[in-house]
């Protein structure tokens, strides 16, 4: 069976959705699920972009052991300097340099002819070779780029050195068979491609990233590039679930197989999401919320009888548990060690202490306390900022026939401010509070909440976007209170723009 390289791009193009930006320690906290998780190579950003960027590719590389770090760069000096630097001293790292070749790119985006772009190729993975031995080029939108130019690029980079050819089908743009075949083309046309590594990156604006990345290691790609839960650029990436669920559900006809532990799938998923705040769709294939439920009596009535009636894959599978175990306040630590180990979190002493401190007052508020509900303990602990705004307290009147008003306290750095608001609402009054602390303007970009477990005492987790001059942000928080768990979120999304913008907090 052809072994397959999985190169994870969560922390790249899957965070640049909108949204989806993540801190430099939020990385390194996905970075070390995704190495659980056994994927081959994390792209973990674009030094160059930015300081949270350099800093969070730096803090992975130095964070993971056994995956390869790829750091992002264009065929420019300076680029490939902020990669170099950033992974410094790093044995598994890679670079990952690349151009537009498309005509649409090369007359309006970059205004060059093809021999520039040649020449450029050349020259810059010559340059990359100062820093690095394992180097990866992309011919950006390489589908719409007309096939005998892509050859002949292909054979540059080849030739200069590069050890990976990627081949982004960066629209989303084309059909499995048309991609195949450029796949091939590649492979038969090209002097030396025998020696490196062929990698696909396929956008799913037509719904047919998986589709594509199937058909190219057909053809003779050994490397994908996927994100978690399909995050990434407009309708994102091929889904790093759903490839690998794929070609282990259907082994029968895929000759080919990756290293990833399938069990860890759904943790690495739901971690994703309270990190990000974005959340899958329920019908979203192997993760959505929808996936293993029966609606229809028929289904269920074949299910209860043999379980493979309708379902192809079993939770366990994904490392979803079919029950979750419910937890109370008899619950002693040691079955809080045991379920966060089965959802492969490690935290230290100090932070474990944390959580199952808040574990008990959540007990103590509601008396069964779900897996969901642990996890979000989590991400919050781990989430909150050592010197970023805190929530003391705020109080809110509110009713049918009053305006409604919020007075709110927050903590910044052994400073205490308070500030009153009225607003259309009660969470609009406190949002409204909270902007008049820190003084930023924002604008509320997306609004979300929703139920932790079940119930009428279920939690309330609140998932919001922010856009903070310019950037989007974005928070969450949960509580018993949705007021309470809306102005925790607010203020995370403010703490997370606070330390990508000024790395402050930390
Ligand atoms: O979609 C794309 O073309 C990319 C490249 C940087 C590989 O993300
Ligand atoms: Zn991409």
């Not at 300076?78 to 151009?99: C, P, Q, T």
């Amino acid at each position: 069976m052809k072994r397959i390289k999985i190169f994870d791009t969560t922390l790249r193009d899957g965070e640049q959705s909108p949204g989806a930006s993540m801190t430099p320690d939020e990385k390194v906290e996905m970075a070390l699920m995704l190495e659980a998780l056994g994927v081959d190579l994390i792209e973990a950003g674009f030094p160059v972009s930015s300081p949270a960027q350099f800093e969070g590719v730096k803090k992975v590389s130095q964070a993971v052991v056994k995956p390869t770090v790829v750091a992002l760069a264009r065929c420019v000096e300076s680029d490939i300097d902020a990669a170099g630097e950033a992974l410094k001293n790093i044995k598994n790292r890679r670079i990952h340099v690349f151009i537009a070749t498309s005509p649409i790119h090369r007359k309006y985006k970059l205004r060059m002819e093809k021999e520039e772009i040649l020449k450029r190729i050349e020259n810059y993975i010559n340059y990359a070779k100062k820093y690095f031995s394992d180097i990866e080029f992309s011919p950006e939108d390489a589908s719409r780029t007309e096939l005998p130019f892509l050859v002949e690029v292909v054979k540059t980079a080849v030739k200069a050195g590069a050890t990976t050819i990627n081949i982004p089908d960066t629209v989303g743009y084309s059909l499995p068979e048309e991609f195949a075949n450029i796949i091939k083309t590649i492979k038969e046309g090209v002097p030396g491609i025998e020696n490196v590594d062929i990698s696909v990156h396929c956008h799913n604006d037509l719904g047919l990233a998986l589709i594509n990345s199937i058909y190219a290691v057909k053809n003779g790609a050994n490397q994908v590039e996927v994100t978690l839960n399909g995050i990434g650029e407009r309708a994102g990436n091929c889904a790093l679930e759903e490839f690998v669920m794929a070609s282990k559900v259907r082994r029968d006809l895929l000759d080919f197989g990756t290293n990833i532990n399938p069990e860890f799938i759904y943790p690495a998923s739901r971690l994703l999401v309270h990190i990000t705040g974005i959340i899958p769709s329920r019908n979203k294939p192997i993760i959505g919320e929808n996936v293993f439920l029966h609606e229809s009596g028929i289904h269920q009535d074949g299910v209860l009888k043999m379980r493979e009636t309708y379902e192809i894959m079993k939770p366990e599978d994904i490392g979803r548990p079919s029950e979750s175990l419910v937890l109370g306040r008899h619950s002693g630590r040691h079955a809080i060690k045991k379920k966060l180990e089965s959802y492969s979190v490690k935290l230290d002493e100090e932070k474990f202490q944390r959580v199952f401190e808040r574990f008990l007052e959540l007990a103590d508020k509601k008396k069964e306390v779900f897996d969901d509900d642990l996890i979000s303990i989590v991400s919050d602990v781990l989430r909150e900022p050592i010197n970023g705004y805190r929530l003391m307290h705020f109080h809110v009147h509110t009713g049918n026939t009053l305006l409604p008003t919020a007075t709110v306290k927050l903590e910044f750095k052994d400073d205490e401010f308070e500030a009153a608001e009225t607003g259309n609402g009660p969470i609009d009054a406190i949002f409204k509070a909270i902007d008049r602390i820190t003084g930023l303007k924002t604008k509320l970009y997306e609004y979300i909440i929703q139920a932790v477990g079940s119930g009428k005492n279920a939690q309330g987790e609140v998932k919001l976007t922010l856009e903070i001059e310019g950037q989007f942000s974005s928070g969450r928080g949960i509580s018993t209170d949705i007021v309470e768990a809306s102005a925790i979120a607010y203020i995370n999304a403010i703490n997370k723009h606070l330390i990508i913008k000024n790395g402050l907090l930390r």
